[in-house]
């Protein structure tokens, strides 16, 4: 079976780091990206350079209409998806929830719960038997995020319910849907937040005492698509320092 990935928020960071990743493991990989254009051709070229397949598609993946665009025009230039990361998401400035407006909130939760739905729904339509999806959520679903981001902590509490799920429903299809669980991770996200050294801030609080890196996570997510990951599904995987 070709295998044929989409990678959502493939332009930076951990998208990034795991579109390239999955590629030099043989996998035919669309990178989805909202704004960064160059960012996203930049990790095309890198996967042409090492004798890989790719193509970057710009697409709202919490826009239900270009959802179904960016999975037609996967198929139509890659062939059949077999496999998904849904690692788009949004967060805003750091803020009590007494602070945030009602239109932060529902732009936050809307946008990266829509994307995950969505891209599942259009992905479990077309999958069958050894395929498999990722969906990226965050450390902040246990914890909560109090004082910062409880919205986008919230919108990554729904990501984990819809994991559990999902992948109890189409189990028998023999899809597996896992979950990996970023913490204090070295990735641009900090910045829309307001604070780019906020992991170097909050690295003493890490059992490790670090923050982890995009291709860590990577690392993780990749595996759980992998056939070495046959007999995971409905899964979580922390990696987050021991937090």
């Known amino acids: 079976m070709k295998k044929v990935v989409i990678v959502t928020g493939g332009g930076r960071g951990i998208g990034a780091a795991t579109a390239l990743l999955l590629a030099e493991k043989g996998y035919a990989v669309c990178i989805n990206y909202l704004n960064r254009h160059d960012d996203a051709e930049q990790v095309v070229a890198q996967i042409k350079a090492k004798g890989g397949q790719g193509f970057a598609f710009a697409a709202d993946v919490s826009n239900e209409a270009e959802v179904i665009k960016l999975f037609e025009k996967t198929e139509s230039t890659l062939g059949a998806i077999t496999h998904l990361v849904n690692n788009a998401g949004i967060l805003t400035t750091q803020s ?42 965050s450390g902040a679903a246990r914890t909560g995020s109090p004082n910062e981001y409880i919205d986008y902590a919230a919108s990554k509490g729904a990501i984990d319910t819809l994991t559990i799920g999902l992948s109890k429903e189409v189990a028998a299809q023999g899809i597996r849907v896992n979950c990996v669980r970023p913490g204090l991770i070295y990735t641009e996200m900090h910045s829309d937040g307001g604070e780019p050294n906020r992991v170097d801030r909050l690295s003493n609080k890490i059992p490790l005492q670090r923050g982890g890196t995009a291709q860590e996570v990577a690392n993780a997510i990749v595996w759980l698509l992998s056939d070495e990951a046959s007999f995971v599904t409905g899964t979580f995987v922390d990696v987050t320092g021991g937090i």
């Open 96 to 137: 009590r929830l007494e602070n945030m407006s009602l239109e932060r909130f529902n732009k936050v939760i809307t946008t990266n719960i829509n994307s995950c739905f969505l891209c599942c729904r259009e992905a479990v339509k077309r999958m069958g038997n050894g395929c498999a999806i990722v969906n990226v959520s």
